[in-house]
């Protein structure tokens, strides 16, 4: 584990603009000594992640940063909600606002996953 940035966490609204308030959150709390040029990266998939726990889940939304740091584990992002059903890949037509959010994680993530709890899931992805 990375000995310039320690672990964070913050629990977030179940509300529209908790999206916002999530890529702010990794904007402070990500490791620049380590992950700066993820960081855009990281942004977005967080983005689609809590979109999806605000729209389809239930609270508490919560979003944890790490980072692996020299030992090459990468940026890891996860978000958990309330609701144990896993997200859905959809194959969302060019027209369409929406639907794209898990397939944005992962094409974009070097590895991702979900993980169920008895009050909800995990949803998880690293950046390299």
Known sequence: M????PTAEITLPDEEHSARRA???LSEAHCAEHHARVLEEAQLLVSELVTNAVRHGAP????RVSCGGADGAGL?????????HPPVRRDAPPEAEGGRGVALVDIISD??????A??????WFVLS
Do not use: H, L, N, Y
Request: glycine residues 10%.
């Open 60 to 63: 508490p939304v919560r979003v």
């Open 76 to 84: 890891q992002v996860a978000v958990s909600d309330g609701d144990p």
């Open 23 to 25: 890529r702010t959150f």
């Open 111 to 116: 590895r991702w996953g979900v993980e169920r």
């Open 2 to 5: 990375c000995e310039a940035t």
């Open 118 to 123: 008895d009050a909800g899931k995990t949803v």
